[in-house]
């Protein structure tokens, strides 16, 4: 599921950011022992490496952390 989820990212935000969020899932799934299957989990990771890459910050920032989280979790189920 990860890596269909990187696949999509490549295709709506590029290359470099979805190598950023690839390293962060992988981290939460390898360093810190979570499952690839946690949908909340992922789509939290997910969504602070999209604000983080995209270099929204201030008022914006909590809004395209949501949107971001959305955007993962209808990628997820999509997947599914």
């Known amino acids: ?3 269909r989820l ?3 990212l490549t295709k709506l935000y590029g290359h470099e950011v979805s190598e950023s969020v690839y390293g962060r899932v992988s981290k939460y799934h390898f360093v810190d ?3 690839l299957n946690d949908v ?3 789509s939290k990771v997910a969504a602070d490496a999209l604000v983080n890459e995209l270099k929204v ?3 914006e920032e909590e809004e395209v952390r949501k949107a ?3 955007v993962v979790q209808c990628i997820v189920q999509c997947l599914n």
């Open 1 to 3: 599921m990860s890596h």
């Open 33 to 35: 022992g979570h499952a």
């Open 68 to 70: 971001g989280r959305r």
């Open 57 to 59: 910050g201030g008022e």
């Open 6 to 8: 990187i696949l999509h």
């Open 40 to 42: 909340v989990g992922i």
